[in-house]
């Protein structure tokens, strides 16, 4: 599923990219994408030795984010809409507040729900709570600043024995610093942490790409029409799956 949260930064123009998994899944990944040149991107790759929760991302990628702006997004989670960049992500890779992204759903008590007051203003966040204030789940998509790593740093484990994103989330909404996009009707969002919600997250893929004849988070395709790399660098890595109707899909869009 790496590819689809690939695709998001991609098609925002986010270049650099860190990715940060298991020891058992580091190699595998790198092995898959290598440094990224082939995208036209820098892709680098750090380990997380034990679960220690979301926020440690941000510890230990401290040195890749240096001094800039960083978003973070969960490697389970597909977001699809016409829209989806222009109208939510690239508004929020500018200025100096927190943002995160609020998704109604029908079962709020298994998700972070945030509050929202009319005016569409952050009131509270709660963990999965038992009596939810609102049907907005928090997804797993976050903006920060580059003060999210000393955030991270003071934070102390929950009764799991993690860190927690929530806790990260209510510094920002204390200092006055959060905003929400909230993510409307035509937004799709699959969290595909389940063997239920990845056959349902197959499906909706399967079937738009085969109602369309377009492709869904092809990378090469995206760092083409991006301006990433040239037409023929597009030929080249459509020439590296030769045969197979994924090769035929990259010289239609060459041509």
């Known amino acids: 599923m790496i590819y689809y949260p690939l695709a998001t930064l ?6 650099e990219i860190l990715i940060i998994a298991t020891p058992q899944d580091r190699d595998r990944f790198e092995v898959l994408l290598g440094n990224g040149q082939k995208y036209g991107i820098s892709i680098q790759y750090e380990i997380q030795e034990e679960p220690r929760g979301l926020p440690d ?8 984010i240096g001094t800039d702006r960083v ?12 829209t989806f960049i222009n109208s939510h992500i690239l508004p929020n890779l500018e ?10 759903v029908s079962d709020p008590h298994r998700y972070g729900i945030v509050e929202l007051d009319a005016g569409g203003n952050v009131l509270s966040i709660e963990e999965k709570p038992a009596e939810p204030k ?3 789940a928090i997804t797993g998509l976050y903006i920060f600043n580059c003060d999210v790593v000393t955030v991270a740093k003071e934070l102390k484990p929950s009764a799991r024995g993690e860190t927690e994103i929530v806790d990260v989330i209510k510094h920002y909404l204390r200092a006055n610093k959060l905003q929400v996009e909230t993510l409307g009707r035509g937004v799709a969002w699959l969290d595909t942490g389940t063997h239920t919600s990845l056959q349902d997250a197959s499906n909706y893929i399967q079937v738009l790409e085969n109602r369309q004849g377009l ?7 995206i760092a083409f029409t991006k301006g990433y790399i040239s037409r023929s660098e597009l030929l080249l890595l459509a020439d ?16």
Do not use: P, Q, W
């Not at 991609?10 to 270049?15: C, P």
């Not at 978003?71 to 016409?82: E, K, P, R, S, T």
């Not at 492709?215 to 395709?221: F, V």
């Open 134 to 136: 609102s049907n907005y």
């Open 240 to 255: 590296e799956y030769r045969n197979t109707s994924y090769g035929s899909y990259l010289e239609k869009i060459a041509k």
């Open 10 to 15: 991609m098609l925002a123009g986010i270049r």
């Open 95 to 104: 200025g100096d507040e927190a943002t995160i992204f609020g998704y109604y």
């Open 71 to 82: 978003c973070l997004i969960l490697g389970d989670n597909i977001f699809h809409a016409d």
């Open 215 to 221: 492709k869904i988070a092809c990378l090469e395709e």
């Open 57 to 64: 991302a941000f510890v230990i990628g401290e040195r890749f």
